[in-house]
Each structure stands twice: as structure tokens, then as C-alpha cells.
């Protein structure tokens, strides 16, 4: 069985850009959920889909960060415009009903 | 108050000793505990699980919770080099992560 995959692994942009952030969930997980991690600070849960639908997006910093998951497959988040701030390494999770989550490797951003 | 505490690290064993990790949570009516190992560079990779107060065995690892007392641990029995990582403490299903304690195991 296939991983949750991430991509970029890495992206380094300067501040006022866009960047677009891709996970890819287990096949059949239903949930997927987004986590960052900013320097020296614990994992911080972003949001939460169930299917297509956005659950819980209690944890997104502000109107800057956009999440989609069209068709209740992979998932992207949109960084718009980037600010310093927002380096870090962002986190997918995914999980099939109830069960634990299985994260992905992450992506490490950078803003210059 | 942090939502998630872990004991501060990091911390070194000898191979084949036991390593303790500590966790406590602010939050009385969390229901899911989980213990993540996170190598370097790679994700939080899940090995324990716990819902109900008590012990939970899985070959070389237990995870042990006290809601009462709002406290989750995880002991290594027979650590080895490769159990060498950060382990995260998480509550609940929007995961609340604590900061990680970083094991050594000393060959």
C-alpha cells in the first residue's frame, strides 16, 4: 500500500509569491488533514477534510492559506502571497474512519 | 499552559536499557493518545495507540495512560540504536502534538 506522497519536497520562494502544496492521501482514507510545524515549535494541526468537504479548519493561520481537496482525492494547499512567517514544514495526514493517522513526509518550506 | 507537555530531552540510554517518556495533556475530556516516532527528515511515523486507562503492550514498546491523572508514557524495553529518534506525544483526532523528546541509544 502506497504512502500519503507529498510534493514538493522541499520549495524555496521569495516573500509575495505563490506556492501550491500537493498531498496525496492512502487510497481510500477519507480523512486527510494538513499540520505545520514552524521552527522550534510543535506539529500545529490546519485543517481537516472529510472527502471533499472541510471539516474542521480551525488551525489555518489566516486568509493567506487556501485548501482544496476537489473530488475527495489529493489535496493542495495554496500559500498567497508568501510571508516569512510561513516557513516551515508542512505536514499531510490521512486516515481511513477512526483509525490512526500515517503522515507523509512533509514539505519544507522556505521564504527568502 | 501547553496542551501537550512531553518531559523535556533529550535523552540517552544504554543499548538494551529501558527508555521512559512522559506526556501529560490540559485537556480532561481527550479520548485518543498516540505515540509517534520521527526520524530526521522523514514523518511522524505512528507505534502506539491508546484509548483506556492502563497498559498497552506492542513487542518492545508499552504505552501506559492515567486519565484521572491526564498522563500518557511510553517505555522502550531493550532499546536499540535504530529506536534512536524524536518521539511525539499526540491527543485526540485534530492532533495536538507535544514538542518531542529525543532518544540516543548508546551502542
Known amino acids: 500500500e502506497a504512502g500519503v506522497t507529498q510534493f514538493p519536497s522541499h520549495s524555496v520562494i521569495e516573500k509575495g509569491q505563490t506556492v501550491t502544496l500537493r498531498c496525496d492521501p492512502i487510497s481510500g482514507h477519507d480523512n486527510l488533514y494538513w499540520y505545520r510545524r514552524v521552527m522550534g515549535k510543535e506539529i500545529k494541526f490546519l485543517l481537516h477534510f472529510v472527502k471533499e468537504s472541510k471539516q474542521d479548519e480551525s488551525g489555518m493561520p489566516n486568509n493567506r492559506f487556501l485548501a482544496e481537496r476537489t473530488g475527495g482525492t489529493y489535496s493542495t494547499l495554496k500559500v498567497q502571497p508568501a510571508e516569512l512567517e510561513d516557513s516551515g514544514v508542512y505536514f499531510c495526514?490521512?486516515?481511513?474512519?477512526?483509525?490512526?493517522?500515517?503522515f507523509g513526509d512533509g514539505t519544507r518550506l522556505s521564504i527568502l | 499552559q501547553k496542551e501537550v507537555e512531553q518531559n523535556s530531552g533529550p535523552l540517552s540510554v544504554p543499548e538494551g536499557a529501558i527508555a521512559s517518556l512522559n506526556c501529560t495533556y490540559s485537556?480532561?475530556?481527550?479520548?485518543?493518545f498516540f505515540w509517534y516516532r520521527q526520524y530526521s527528515g522523514k514523518s511522524p511515523e505512528l507505534i502506539m495507540s491508546?484509548?483506556?486507562?492502563g497498559d498497552k503492550e506492542d513487542g518492545r514498546f508499552t504505552a501506559q495512560l492515567n486519565k484521572a491523572s491526564q498522563y500518557v508514557s511510553l517505555l522502550i524495553r531493550d532499546s536499540q540504536p535504530s529506536d534512536s529518534a524524536t518521539y511525539l506525544c499526540a491527543v485526540d483526532y485534530k492532533l495536538s502534538f507535544g514538542a518531542g523528546t529525543t532518544v540516543t541509544v548508546r551502542a
Open positions: 485537556d480532561r475530556g481527550s479520548q485518543s
Open positions: 491508546i484509548y483506556s486507562n
Open positions: 495526514a490521512s486516515s481511513r474512519g477512526n483509525q490512526p493517522q500515517h
